[in-house]
C-alpha cells in the first residue's frame, strides 16, 4: 500500500466503506461501470468479493475499518490503494454525497489519477494491537481525570475543597474527605477510580513488557530523559520504519509538529501546527517536550535552546518553545533509531543555546 502500478488496472473498485454495509462500484479499463451494489461489512463477506471480481485495484478511504479490509484486499491478491480521506474534498465536499456516489468517485480516481488520492500507507497488524494497548490506557487515564473532576466539583458544590494529590493516590489519600452531603455517591466514586487506577497500572505493566520483548528498539529513544516506555513505544508504533523517510527532518511533519502552509501569491501567513498524523504521539511527545524544559528537566543542548526560545517572551512564548523542543525531539528519536547511536545530551561546545544538532556519538 502506497506504492501503485502506473498501468490501467483491468478493473477497478471503489469501496465506501461502512460500519455495516460497504458500497461498492467496479469500472473496467476503459472507465465503463461493470457493477455495483453493496456488500456486508465482514470479512467473509468482503473476501468472497474480492475474490469475484478477479486480479484488480481496490480503492478506500481512511477509517475504522480501512486498516483491516486493506490487509485482507491484499492477501486476495488486490492491489489496494488507501486515500487520505482528509486530502480527498473532491468526496467529502461534494454536495451530492452519497455512499455510492463516493465509491464511483473512489473507483475513478483510482483507476487513472491515483497521485489525487494521497495513499497512505497503513502500519501493519501487530503495530495496530500495540496502539489498541496506548490507546486503551488513555481511554482508561480520561475516564479517572474525569471522574476526579467531576467529584472535586461535586464537592465544592457544598463548600468543601479536597486537598491536592496526585490522580495515583486520590482514591486513597481522599477516603474521609468526602462531606456526608454526598451519602454514599462519594464512595463509590472513589471505588471506581480505586479500580481504574488498578487497571492503568496493569497496563503500564503491559506496557513495559511489550518495549522488553517485543519492541526491544524503543531503549535507543529512552536514552533522553522525559522520554519514557509510553512515548518510545508509541513512536516506535506509529512510524513503524526507520527507512520511511529520506530526510530525518520530515518526521517533524509527519507527527503534525510543523506549521500549516497556506500561502497564496505573496502573502505566507504564520499558521498554528497542522496537527496531521496521530494525536496521541504529538500529545506524548509535547509532554516530553515540557519536562525537558520544566524544573526537573536535565541540562542538555535541547534543554538550552528550547529555554533560550522560551525566554525571548512574548504571550506564547513558552507555549512556541513546547512545540518546537517537541518538533526536534521527534527528529532526534528518529535519529537515534536509524543509526543505532548513543544520545549525548551536551557535546561541549562553546555557546550556550545554540540549535542543537543531533548530539550523537558513534
Same mark, same amino acid.
Not at 164 to 193: D, N, T, Y
Given at each position: 500500500?502506497?506504492?501503485?502500478?502506473?498501468?490501467?488496472?483491468?478493473?477497478?473498485? =471503489?469501496?465506501?466503506?461502512?460500519?455495516?454495509?460497504?458500497?461498492?462500484?467496479?469500472?473496467?479499463?476503459?472507465?465503463?461501470?461493470?457493477?455495483?451494489? *453493496?456488500?456486508?461489512?465482514?470479512?467473509?463477506?468482503?473476501?468472497?468479493?474480492?475474490?469475484?471480481?478477479?486480479?484488480?485495484?481496490?480503492?478506500?478511504?481512511?477509517?475504522?475499518?480501512?486498516?483491516?479490509?486493506?490487509?485482507? %484486499?491484499?492477501?486476495?491478491?488486490?492491489?489496494?490503494?488507501?486515500?487520505?480521506?482528509?486530502?480527498?474534498?473532491?468526496?467529502?465536499?461534494?454536495?451530492?454525497?452519497?455512499? /455510492?456516489?463516493?465509491?464511483?468517485?473512489?473507483?475513478?480516481?483510482?483507476?487513472?489519477?491515483?497521485?489525487?488520492?494521497?495513499?497512505?500507507?497503513?502500519?501493519?497488524?501487530?503495530? /495496530?494491537?500495540?496502539?489498541?494497548?496506548?490507546?486503551?490506557?488513555?481511554?482508561?487515564?480520561?475516564?479517572?481525570?474525569?471522574?476526579?473532576?467531576?467529584?472535586?466539583?461535586?464537592?465544592?458544590?457544598?463548600?468543601?475543597?479536597?486537598?491536592?494529590?496526585?490522580?495515583?493516590?486520590?482514591?486513597?489519600?481522599?477516603?474521609? /474527605?468526602?462531606?456526608? =452531603?454526598?451519602?454514599?455517591?462519594?464512595?463509590?466514586?472513589?471505588?471506581?477510580?480505586?479500580?481504574?487506577?488498578?487497571?492503568?497500572?496493569?497496563?503500564?505493566?503491559?506496557?513495559?513488557?511489550?518495549?522488553?520483548?517485543?519492541?526491544?528498539?524503543?531503549?535507543?529513544?529512552?536514552?533522553?530523559? =522525559?522520554?519514557?516506555?509510553?512515548?518510545?513505544?508509541?513512536?516506535?508504533?506509529?512510524?513503524?520504519?526507520?527507512?520511511?523517510?529520506?530526510?530525518? *527532518?520530515?518526521?517533524?511533519?509527519?507527527?503534525?509538529?510543523?506549521?500549516? /502552509?497556506?500561502?497564496?501569491?505573496?502573502?505566507?501567513?504564520?499558521?498554528?501546527?497542522?496537527?496531521?498524523?496521530?494525536?496521541?504521539?504529538?500529545?506524548?511527545?509535547?509532554?516530553?517536550?515540557?519536562?525537558?524544559?520544566?524544573?526537573?528537566?536535565?541540562?542538555?543542548?535541547?534543554?538550552?535552546?528550547?529555554?533560550?526560545?522560551?525566554?525571548?517572551?512574548?504571550?506564547? %512564548?513558552?507555549?512556541?518553545?513546547?512545540?518546537?523542543?517537541?518538533?526536534?525531539?521527534?527528529?532526534?528519536?528518529?535519529?537515534?533509531?536509524?543509526?543505532?547511536?548513543?544520545?549525548?545530551?551536551?557535546? =561541549?561546545?562553546?555557546?550556550?543555546?545554540?540549535?542543537?544538532?543531533?548530539?550523537?556519538?558513534?
Amino acid at each position: 500500500m502506497g506504492e501503485y502500478s502506473r498501468t490501467l488496472p483491468e478493473r477497478t473498485m =471503489g469501496l465506501d466503506l461502512g460500519d455495516k454495509y460497504s458500497h461498492y462500484c467496479l469500472i473496467d479499463r476503459e472507465g465503463e461501470e461493470i457493477e455495483s451494489g *453493496r456488500v456486508a461489512t465482514r470479512a467473509e463477506a468482503l473476501e468472497a468479493k474480492f475474490h469475484s471480481i478477479g486480479a484488480g485495484r481496490v480503492v478506500m478511504e481512511t477509517g475504522t475499518h480501512s486498516p483491516w479490509v486493506s490487509r485482507l %484486499a491484499e492477501r486476495c491478491g488486490q492491489e489496494v490503494i488507501v486515500a487520505n480521506a482528509r486530502k480527498v474534498e473532491l468526496i467529502s465536499k461534494n454536495r451530492r454525497k452519497r455512499d /455510492q456516489v463516493d465509491a464511483e468517485l473512489l473507483a475513478r480516481l483510482g483507476r487513472s489519477e491515483p497521485e489525487l488520492l494521497y495513499a497512505v500507507k497503513h502500519r501493519g497488524e501487530e503495530a /495496530q494491537r500495540g496502539l489498541v494497548l496506548l490507546k486503551s490506557r488513555e481511554a482508561l487515564v480520561k475516564a479517572r481525570t474525569q471522574l476526579i473532576t467531576h467529584l472535586r466539583g461535586a464537592v465544592k458544590s457544598l463548600g468543601v475543597r479536597l486537598p491536592s494529590c496526585s490522580p495515583e493516590c486520590f482514591h486513597v489519600r481522599m477516603v474521609g /474527605q468526602i462531606p456526608a =452531603g454526598l451519602g454514599g455517591l462519594g464512595g463509590s466514586l472513589l471505588e471506581v477510580i480505586g479500580k481504574l487506577t488498578e487497571q492503568i497500572r496493569r497496563l503500564d505493566r503491559e506496557v513495559e513488557r511489550f518495549c522488553r520483548q517485543e519492541y526491544p528498539e524503543t531503549e535507543l529513544l529512552r536514552q533522553v530523559q =522525559g522520554v519514557g516506555p509510553l512515548t518510545s513505544l508509541a513512536y516506535v508504533l506509529v512510524l513503524e520504519d526507520p527507512g520511511r523517510f529520506e530526510r530525518a *527532518r520530515s518526521v517533524g511533519n509527519y507527527v503534525g509538529l510543523c506549521p500549516a /502552509q497556506d500561502d497564496s501569491g505573496e502573502q505566507t501567513p504564520q499558521l498554528r501546527i497542522s496537527k496531521e498524523g496521530d494525536s496521541m504521539l504529538r500529545r506524548l511527545l509535547v509532554g516530553s517536550a515540557q519536562y525537558l524544559l520544566g524544573p526537573h528537566g536535565v541540562d542538555s543542548d535541547l534543554r538550552r535552546w528550547g529555554l533560550k526560545l522560551a525566554a525571548r517572551g512574548g504571550k506564547n %512564548a513558552k507555549k512556541r518553545a513546547v512545540v518546537a523542543v517537541a518538533r526536534k525531539l521527534a527528529v532526534l528519536l528518529y535519529v537515534l533509531w536509524s543509526r543505532a547511536e548513543v544520545y549525548e545530551p551536551l557535546r =561541549g561546545r562553546a555557546e550556550v543555546g545554540a540549535e542543537p544538532a543531533c548530539a550523537l556519538t558513534a
